[in-house]
């Protein structure tokens, strides 16, 4: 049966990793935030199987439970970001760019 | 240890390093730099690090990701165009080359992956792990090599902790921030012109209670579980942070002024030094917990050295709940304590 | 969070009441079923996150494939959980820790998915039409 | 080969890490591109540590009666405390770092470099 978690748990990494290539690619930050908010939601189910990997779910669930409670901080912040600022792309990649014309 | 997640795990967490120092945009730069903290939290996980990966789950996913996007907040965003710098990029490119070279050369020299004979596993360790439970009766032998058998070294990382809140509260600091932090004390808040939308409040007024009992357990319950001062107190920081992000800074302010706070902050390092103190003055070592059992004759040495512990995490968990509200509060208002991020 | 607290309520009096193989050997194949079942939701989802052609439709394919998967998959495991070596509270408890993930998961992720959503408006990310950059290229 | 790979394969990970850290806090200009460097070079140290304190077929140190009490089939607990603790101080210490970028943007206006060394002149 520890063989049937270990294949889930590859499965989901590396559906991780083809989800990662949105974070890489994104053509907007909006895209890569959205990639990452993926990334940590699976990272929570990720420590619950390790947790039956090992045999001690016991203890590795308490660590979940902090990752899920923790881990739309970060999203919620640069939503925040984004309402005061609203701008997608910086108008100029680059602000030497701007000084010449 | 699970060889065939960590190989996935680590390769993964090379691309996503080098994708966060390769992006132009610096909030894209910071978001997929959160993502690199998830994925190191799960590496920490495969190799059997459990208390590790905890502290990571609360710094990396809760954090250290708002101090940068705070930073990004005030400053710029752009990145400003250089010139192809060629002698600076050609010295360092050189330097790091030459170097990880050297680095790789030695690799031959350390034990393999998961050898459980190595010099490093059979020493001091190995007291540890054999003696933890007859000492002291905690079945987590990180929380007791923390709290106790090197609880000297864990003192000043609270004090670092301290040192470093203050600093940045101190530095940060504005004279009309001055003005208002006096004014704002107690002050009524009306909260009718809060920008912010209706569900984020309701969903994080539905999650702060269960995150702050949840961090209370995690610091109780640290002698049998993976967590206690440290990642307790980095939850019930982050639990108030997100409070202050989807309300506002002031209603915070409300109930846990900054006085307060920086009072907790002393006090928590004060709670430790005082124990390691108090064994000193009955006859034993500095923070050597058995010679409590004098004060309280009717627990052993064992019973006491167990109490105590609990105490100290205590104060660590007060000391870093504070300092992370303060370099929070300092970082996203730019010293003005007016309004969050 | 009720219906999840009763639902592993009645699985635990299932195996408290009843000690034939056939059970055990039925609720391993629902929780594998699960569990196999939350992994396709997740194949779709990183599916739909690499091939849909805007921000929006993205997010569609991310914000409810991801939480119904992760639900999935827990409850799964929960069911596996119960289901190793004999019931006892330790037991039971660890389950009731998986299903408050669950329901953490059910609160966060929705409200993280309408954050980036209502940024993303603000910011006025442009969204897909008939005759789009990706409709001109096919032809 | 195959097999020096595989057993070798965190330092090798590691060498990455810190050479990558190292060349950000070097060569890039951007100030909070440089605090990025800063942790990166810090995680491959701290994982360095932890994997030197990882055991094949061992379990997590936390004592149970299921496992026995020999120490060979827990993980080593020295470096994780080790490294419990360098983590919540390197928060701490970036945001340190971090401070100081912002009362920099303040002082000159800008966080690049170059253009901070011109103001000085």
């Known amino acids: 049966m520890v063989n049937f978690f270990i294949f889930v748990g590859i499965i989901i990494l590396i559906l991780m990793m083809v989800v990662f290539y949105r974070v890489l690619k994104g053509p907007t930050v909006m895209d890569r935030l959205l990639g990452v908010n993926v990334i940590g939601t699976k990272a929570t189910v990720l420590l619950v199987v390790m947790g039956v990997i090992f045999e001690r779910v016991d203890m590795f669930v308490d660590i979940a439970i902090g990752y899920g409670l923790l881990n739309f901080i970060a999203s919620i912040g640069a939503a925040k970001y984004f309402q005061h600022h609203k701008v997608l792309q910086p108008r100029s990649q680059w602000e030497e760019d701007l000084t010449k014309s | 240890m699970i060889w065939q997640f960590d190989i996935l795990l680590l390769t993964l967490v090379v691309v996503c390093g080098f994708v966060s120092l390769w992006i132009k945009d610096l909030m894209g730069a910071v978001i997929v730099f959160g993502a690199y903290s998830f994925l190191m939290c799960l590496v920490w996980t495969g190799m059997g690090a459990v208390d590790v990966a905890f502290t990571e789950a609360a710094v990396g996913a809760g954090v250290s990701t708002i101090f940068f996007i705070a930073t990004v907040f005030h400053t710029s965003r752009t990145i400003r165009y250089n010139k192809w710098d060629l002698s600076t990029k050609f010295f360092s490119s050189i330097i790091c080359i030459l170097m990880g070279f050297f680095l790789m050369v030695a690799i031959g020299d350390f034990p393999a992956w998961g050898d459980a004979l190595s010099p490093v596993n059979n020493n001091v360790a190995k007291y540890y792990l054999e003696n933890s439970m007859e000492e002291t009766k905690v079945p987590n032998v990180v929380t007791s090599v923390l709290a106790d058998y090197r609880a000297f070294d864990t003192m000043f990382e609270t004090g670092v902790v301290f040192v470093a809140s203050l600093v940045i509260f101190t530095l940060l600091l504005q004279s009309d921030g001055r003005k ?32 702050q009992l949840f961090a209370l357990y995690v610091v109780v319950h640290g002698h049998y579980s993976p967590g206690g001062g440290f990642q ?71 019973k006491s050295r167990y109490n105590a512990m609990l105490w100290v995490e205590v104060g660590v968990a007060l000391t870093v709940m504070s300092g992370m509200f303060a370099i929070y509060t300092s970082l996203s208002s730019n010293g003005k304590f007016e309004e969050g991020l | 969070m ?76 929960a069911l596996f959980v119960l289901n190793t070596g004999t019931l006892s509270i330790g037991l ?41 950059e990706g409709i001109k290229k096919k032809k | 080969m195959f097999e020096y790979l595989i057993t070798n394969y965190n330092y090798m990970v590691v060498v990455f890490l810190m050479m990558m850290g190292l060349w950000a806090m070097i060569a890039k200009k951007n100030l909070v591109k440089k605090c990025i460097g800063l942790v990166i070079f810090q995680t491959g140290i701290i994982l360095f540590y932890i994997s030197m304190g990882a055991k094949n077929n061992s379990t997590i140190p936390i004592i149970d009666p299921k496992y026995g009490e020999a120490a060979i089939n827990y993980a080593n607990p020295l470096t994780q405390i080790l490294m419990l603790t360098a983590i919540v101080v390197g928060v701490a210490t970036l945001g340190v770092g971090l401070m100081l970028v912002q009362r920099i943007y303040k002082e000159y206006g800008s966080i690049n470099e170059d253009r901070i060394l011109e103001k000085f002149k």
């Open chain 2, 180 to 211: 208002k932090l006096m004014k704002s004390a107690f002050q009524k808040v009306s909260f009718l012109n809060v920008s912010e939308s209706l569900i984020i409040r309701k969903a994080c007024g539905l999650m702060v209670p269960f995150m």
């Open chain 2, 232 to 302: 307790g107190g980095v939850i019930l920081g982050a639990s108030l942070i997100l409070l202050s992000m989807a309300y506002d800074i002031k209603k915070v302010f409300a109930r846990f002024h900054m006085k307060f706070m920086i009072k907790s902050l002393a006090v928590g390092v004060l709670i430790f030094a005082g124990i390691g103190l108090i064994c000193l003055i009955l006859g034993g070592n500095f923070l050597d917990y058995s010679a409590l059992s004098k004060l309280f004759p009717s627990m052993g040495s064992i």
């Open chain 3, 2 to 77: 009720i219906l999840n607290i009763i639902s592993i309520l009645f699985f635990t009096a299932i195996l408290y009441f009843s000690s034939s193989p056939l059970v055990f050997y039925l609720l391993n194949g629902l929780s594998i079923c699960l569990i196999l079942l939350g992994l396709f939701f997740f194949l779709g989802t990183s599916i739909g996150v690499i091939r849909f052609p805007d921000f929006y439709t993205r997010m569609h394919a991310a914000g409810k494939g991801d939480t119904l998967s992760s639900i999935l998959i827990l409850f799964g495991i």
């Open chain 3, 92 to 132: 039971v408890l660890v389950c009731i820790k998986i299903l408050l993930i669950i329901n953490f998961i059910f609160i966060g992720s929705p409200t993280a998915t309408h954050a980036i959503m209502d940024a993303g408006y603000g910011t006025e990310v442009k969204h897909w039409t008939n005759d789009s």
